[in-house]
């Protein structure tokens, strides 16, 4: 799980998955946690899934060079 970024508005993709395009060009699964969820309560605005330790490590470095590239993030807010 990471921490929310201020840069990103995740006010209308509670309880969604979230494609994540990454300048790489891979795309990385997050779900939005809901605002009652105990998760978002403590800060955290997007839960990554990982196959393990090492995957979710890459994962994590991914979005933190990129964090900026959300390509998806308008489509996902209209559905
Ligand atoms: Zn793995």
Redesign the pocket.
């Known amino acids: 799980m990471l921490p929310l970024s201020s840069k990103i508005d995740l006010s209308n993709l509670h309880g969604l998955y979230i494609p994540l395009t990454l300048f790489s060009g891979e795309i990385l699964i997050a779900f939005v946690p809901t605002k009652d969820s105990d998760a978002w309560k403590n800060g955290i605005g997007l839960m990554m899934m990982?196959?393990?330790?090492?995957?979710?490590e890459?994962m994590k470095n991914a979005l933190k060079n990129d964090m900026q590239t959300f390509a998806y993030m308008d489509e996902a807010s209209k559905r």
């Open positions: 990982a196959c393990c330790e090492e995957c979710l890459q």
